[in-house]
């Protein structure tokens, strides 16, 4: 059964920085895109950035928005896959999710991902 399970939320003030981890159990990471997603109160859930996991070959994507001040990554030895949010600003601020599905290049859609953690806050308020 493979499971997902996000940490590194937390309060900053705008302009901070944050490291959201995901760890993966029960396949590893050559296998599987992963993506982090995110979702506001009142607003639908958008993907924010995800890495492909063909063997050999790294893809990342990341929406429009977080070009520049997010970036993606993976340690295979510790099946982990980290989000590293720089310049954090209060329209970034929601609950992360990490999700999963095993497949050739990772996207951006939420219908594409079979599994998914139970998310971690991110608040960004001054």
């Known amino acids: 059964q493979l499971q997902l399970a996000e940490s590194g939320g937390g309060a900053v003030q705008p302009g901070g920085s944050l490291r959201l981890s995901c760890v993966v159990s029960g396949l590893t990471l050559q296998y599987l895109n992963v993506a982090w997603f995110r979702q506001a109160p009142g607003k639908e859930r958008e993907g924010v950035s995800c890495?492909?996991?063909?063997?050999?070959?790294?893809?990342?994507l990341y929406v429009d928005s977080v070009k520049g001040r997010f970036t993606i990554s993976r340690d295979k030895s510790k099946n982990t896959v980290y989000l590293q949010m720089n310049s954090l600003k209060p329209g970034d601020a929601a609950v992360y999710y990490c999700?999963?599905?095993?497949?050739?290049?990772?996207?951006?859609?939420?219908?594409?991902?079979?599994?998914w953690g139970q998310g971690t806050q991110v608040t960004v308020s001054s």
């Open positions: 999700a999963a599905f095993a497949g050739v290049n990772c996207a951006l859609v939420a219908i594409a991902y079979d599994y």
């Open positions: 890495i492909s996991a063909v063997d050999g070959y790294d893809d990342t």
